[in-house]
Structures are given as C-alpha cells and as structure tokens.
C-alpha cells in the first residue's frame, strides 16, 4: 500500500463550483498536512498547511483533517478558470524533519 | 516571500554529457532538495542536505550526486546522463525547525536525447 493515495482527476468543474480535492494516507504518524498548487511548467506553490486534525480556511480554500479516517480533504469555493491546475497533497510525520510524503497530484480543469 | 531560484528552465543535453543544475535560497533554510517529477509517477526525492557539505539520499540517488558547499546553494550533478534522466528537476527548501513545508522553485525540464 502506497503512503499517499491521491485520485489523478482530471477533475472538470464548471465556474463557480465547488471543487473537492482529498487523500488518503496510511501512516498514522503524519501530523503535518500540506497541499501544493501546480500550474502546467511551474514548480508547486504551496498553498495550504495544517498541523494535526481540524479545519483551516483561507479566502475560498478550506483543508480539512481527519486523523482517525487518514483522510485529508481541499475544498476550493467558487471555482476560478484561474484554479486549473494540479493539486498535490502532502504530509510529513511528527519524528520527521525533512522528508515529505506526496501524492500523485490531482489536475483540476475549470470550465468557464 | 520565500524564493527558490534554479538556473535553468529548459535544457537539452545529450546521452554521456555531464550536467550541473544549480538551486539558490534566498531565506537561510538550513534544508534543501532536488526531486525529480515524471507522469504518473509524482514527485521523487534523489537527495536533500539538511546542513552545509551535508547530505543524504533520497529514494532515487542513482546516476546523480549533490554539492552543498554554500548554505544557500545546492547542486545536483549527473555525471554522465542517460535518457530515463529526461525529467523535470524540482529543487526546494525548508526551514530545519520540525514541521516546516517546503518552499518549491519553477523546475529545470531536461531533456537528453
């Protein structure tokens, strides 16, 4: 079983949805949650970090973590064309100071 | 706002030549990384330095080596390049405090025919 599980999409919305991005993880020792943003011949941005369970919200962004699940969740409000791109999730055990555990990446096409 | 800056945006090299792909931090992160990120099969870690002339590897070290001799700098070597090295070169940094994300420059693509 990988560490990280990530559906790769593509996911195609229309303008104005809301877009659900999630993975799934296997360690139970991630503590740390990251989602990077990544436009086509761009390196990734990152875009959201978490420490632990809960909720954290940002503009039209909210990351959610649900430690007893493994599962964390993206949630992009109001879609933009602008949001197209490809998400990746990423997390990072709490003994760990330097290597990260990614997924595959998600791309995210919105249709104007 | 955190900066990672990589030399080259697009290379072309052919089979046996060596390469030298440059990174600089500008935010005195004591860790940095090079990935390597090919369809379907995500991002891969080759090395990371957590301090300087310090490295280890990563999960693909293989056909290439590091350089940190400046705490601000990393390089990665590949001595004598292959075309399975036909990639996209990722190279990123990070605080050293537990915890911290890393930040991501805008990729070398190299190509080696």
């Known amino acids: 079983q990988k560490e990280v599980e990530q559906d790769p999409g593509p996911l195609s919305v229309p303008e104005g949805a809301i877009v659900s991005l999630n993975c799934t993880y296997s360690?139970?020792?991630?503590?740390?949650f990251m989602w990077y943003r990544q436009y086509s011949r761009k390196g990734p941005e990152l875009l959201m970090y978490?420490?632990?369970?809960g909720n954290k919200e940002d503009g039209r962004f909210t990351a959610q973590v649900d430690k007893s699940s493994k599962y964390i969740s993206l949630f992009i409000r109001d879609s933009q064309p602008s949001d197209s791109a490809t998400y990746l999730c990423?997390?990072?055990?709490?003994?760990?100071?330097?290597?990260?555990?990614f997924g595959k990446g998600n791309q995210v096409v919105v249709i104007p | 706002d955190v900066k990672v800056t990589q030399s080259s945006r697009y290379l072309v090299k052919r089979t046996g030549e060596k390469v030298f792909l440059e990174c600089v931090q500008d935010?005195?992160?004591?860790?940095m990384f090079w990935y390597r990120q090919d369809p379907g099969l995500g991002l891969r870690l080759i090395y990371f330095?957590?301090?300087?002339?310090?490295?280890e590897k990563g999960d693909i070290p293989e056909g290439y080596s590091v350089s940190r001799e400046k705490k601000e700098r990393f390089s990665l070597i590949l001595e004598s390049t292959s075309t399975n090295q036909t990639s996209m070169y990722l190279c990123?940094?990070?605080?050293?405090?537990?915890?911290?994300?890393?930040?991501f420059g805008d990729g070398t693509r190299l190509s080696i025919l």
């Open positions: 978490t420490y632990s369970s």
């Open positions: 990123a940094s990070s605080l050293g405090r537990l915890g911290q994300p890393q930040h």
């Open positions: 990423a997390m990072r055990a709490f003994y760990e100071n330097n290597r990260l555990a």
């Open positions: 935010m005195d992160h004591e860790n």
């Open positions: 330095s957590y301090d300087v002339k310090m490295k």
């Open positions: 360690n139970s020792a991630f503590q740390y």
